[in-house]
């Protein structure tokens, strides 16, 4: 299983369509897929798993993501967990 997920994010063109988000607007899959990927990497790192497994949901948000939302959300959280309206 690991080697198809390294498979996948090698072969990493552009997010696949998410049947959770079916409409044109994806702003909650972009939202979805940041939190995945900070609770995903908080997880791992506190087993610690192998970190470079979360780099799929990474290039999900990267891609859909506008710079300026991910920068401001970096921002909340190195604030503190009270700024940051998500649950990591």
């Known amino acids: 299983m690991a080697e198809d997920i390294k498979t ?3 072969n990493y063109k552009t997010a696949p369509f998410d049947s959770r988000f079916p409409n044109q607007n994806q702003t909650k899959n972009c939202w979805q897929n940041y939190l995945d990927f900070h609770r995903f990497e908080k997880t791992m790192t506190s087993k610690g798993g192998d970190v470079s497994m979360c780099e799929w949901y990474r290039r999900v ?3 859909l993501c506008p710079v300026s ?3 401001a959300w ?3 959280r190195a604030e ?3 700024q940051f309206p998500g649950k990591i």
């Open 74 to 76: 970096d921002d909340r």
């Open 61 to 63: 948000y990267k891609s």
């Open 8 to 10: 996948k994010i090698k």
């Open 69 to 71: 939302w991910v920068s």
């Open 80 to 82: 503190g967990t009270s």
